[in-house]
């Protein structure tokens, strides 16, 4: 992408060295670390000396902020108001489409499957009756996709993701290798006669929203007989479990080794650390931030935006702070 249109696609003031020429002679292809730049890749500081290693770099141009000011003699500079952000956006944008289109000999598409313009197929997977997938999403290696199953445009499923049937995918959603999305929730009803337990019906649906990333070896249950959620740029690390029933708004950040149990609801801009334990029918709060290895009661309310929780039951930091001081000082205190 040549450095004027990228800048203008950032929201960017592009500032030249004296002396450079015509701007759209600058091509930028991808971002790297100032360390193993090239001429055609992007870097960015957001310090006096991340700006100089920057400056020393073999990088094309430097998206930096506007607070550090510019040195005419060196670079390119693309002058932004958060440059790691802005940065994050140009990797998006100079990612190229996948090169590769088409269905691997090896796969088997049914012939009831409707496939969008682009579509790359990979060696083995399965894809099944009355499967929609959007144009350029890009299905890898060993994928199972069941019956019924729409996933949008742009998409990108690594090898062993398992589709269940019926469950819909948005647009840009990525789901990274072994996730499972859309199995049978954990809902069993007990014969308190007999002490068996017989399945309660786990025929709802899932519903993953545009932009989702869902990481590696995750896995998403469909909904009872309702339905499982996950907003619009919600971001789901390595190794979460969410249960049937939850419903997880817009931009909520999920670290690894989280679990959610059925029917909890987490709001906007939610931050969840990593291991933390969500019982059944929990209500979290837009913006709250659980800590790592928070505990959540069943049917516990967590509110207050911007306000970490933290500790088994969770509760304000600065309670719980208060709390191990406390037992420090009754620690110490002779026998």
């Known amino acids: 992408m040549q450095l004027p249109e990228l800048a203008e696609q950032l929201g960017a003031e592009l500032v030249l060295p004296d002396g450079a020429g015509d701007a759209p002679a600058i091509e930028i292809g991808g971002v790297a670390a100032p360390s193993n730049a090239a001429e055609w890749q992007l870097v960015f500081a957001e310090s006096e000396p991340a700006l100089a290693g920057a400056y020393a770099s073999r990088a094309g141009a430097v998206i930096t902020s506007r607070k550090l000011g510019v040195d005419r003699g060196r670079k390119p500079v693309l002058l932004v108001s958060h440059p790691k952000l802005a940065f994050a956006r140009a990797a998006e944008l100079l990612a190229p489409l996948h090169e590769q289109q088409g269905i691997h000999a090896s796969a088997h598409v049914d012939a009831g499957a409707s496939l969008g313009d682009g579509v790359l197929v990979g060696p083995n997977a399965v894809i099944t009756h009355g499967v929609r997938i959007g144009a350029y999403s890009r299905i890898d290696a060993g994928v199972v996709i069941g019956a019924n199953v729409h996933i949008g445009r742009s998409c990108h499923l690594y090898p062993r993701v398992v589709l269940y049937p019926g469950i819909e995918l948005g647009d840009r959603v990525i789901v990274h290798a072994g996730a499972v999305l859309g199995s049978d929730g954990f809902g069993y009803v007990r014969d308190s006669a007999t002490g068996e337990y017989t399945k309660f019906p786990q025929q709802g649906r899932l519903v993953i929203e545009d932009d989702v990333e869902i990481g590696a070896n995750t896995t998403i249950d469909r909904g009872a007989l309702e339905e ?37 609801t987490i709001a906007d801009g939610a931050i969840v ?63």
Do not use: C, M
């Open 228 to 264: 499982t959620r996950i907003g619009q740029g919600t971001k789901l690390d390595n190794l979460v479990q969410v249960g049937h029933n939850v419903s997880i708004g817009r931009d909520v950040v999920i670290a690894a080794q989280t679990g959610i149990s059925g029917s909890s």
């Open 273 to 335: 650390g990593g291991q933390v334990g969500i019982a059944d029918h929990v209500e979290i709060g837009p913006g709250a931030i659980l800590g790592a290895q928070a505990g959540i009661p069943s049917g516990k309310r967590i509110h207050g935006p911007g306000v970490v929780f933290w500790g088994t039951p969770a509760r304000p930091i600065k309670d719980y702070l208060k709390e191990l001081a406390t037992l420090a000082r009754l620690a110490r205190r002779p026998e």
